[in-house]
């Protein structure tokens, strides 16, 4: 939940660093778990830009969120090599499976495309939770989609 007391410590912490923005809206996503809409404001105003810079930097920068993310995360690899090795038949399987398309929250699971994770002699490769997972193919779809639906 919000709480514009808590922001506001974060901005404190934040005073007179030079480039403070991108160490501001991590620690606001540390804090909320998301980027908070009713946070963009008084970061904008604090660093004296405009809420359009800050929300465009908060939109460039695919780890931060604008909305919560599920209790477990999926990141999915849609760099080339991993395309190369089937990505794309292990999106299909990975949506069917889950219920849900790249980029939804659902039944306490996101599911984000990434581009690259470094894991290319491995592919196709995903991210279950910081975990790495290589080599992805119908059975290890299958085990992964058991442990984030438990």
Avoid: W
Avoid at 21 to 42: M, R
Avoid at 99 to 115: D, I, M, S
């Amino acid at each position: 939940m919000f709480d514009a007391a808590r922001l506001s410590e974060i901005l404190h912490v934040h005073a007179g660093r030079e480039g403070p923005l991108l160490p501001i809206l991590h620690d606001v996503q540390a804090e909320f778990g998301h980027i908070p809409d009713a946070a963009l404001d008084p970061i904008a105003g604090a660093l004296r830009l405009s809420r359009a810079e800050v929300a465009g930097v908060v939109g460039f920068y695919h780890d931060f969120r604008a909305a919560p993310a599920g209790r477990h995360v999926i990141k999915l690899c849609r760099a080339e090599a991993c395309q190369a090795m089937g990505g794309a038949g292990v999106q299909v399987r990975l949506e069917a499976a889950l219920g849900q398309r790249l980029g939804e929250t659902k039944n306490g699971v996101t599911l984000e495309a990434v581009y690259c994770l470094g894991l290319c002699a491995n592919a196709p490769a995903a991210m279950v939770d910081d975990r790495l997972v290589g080599r992805l193919d119908g059975a290890a779809v299958d085990a992964l989609v058991a442990e984030v639906s438990a």
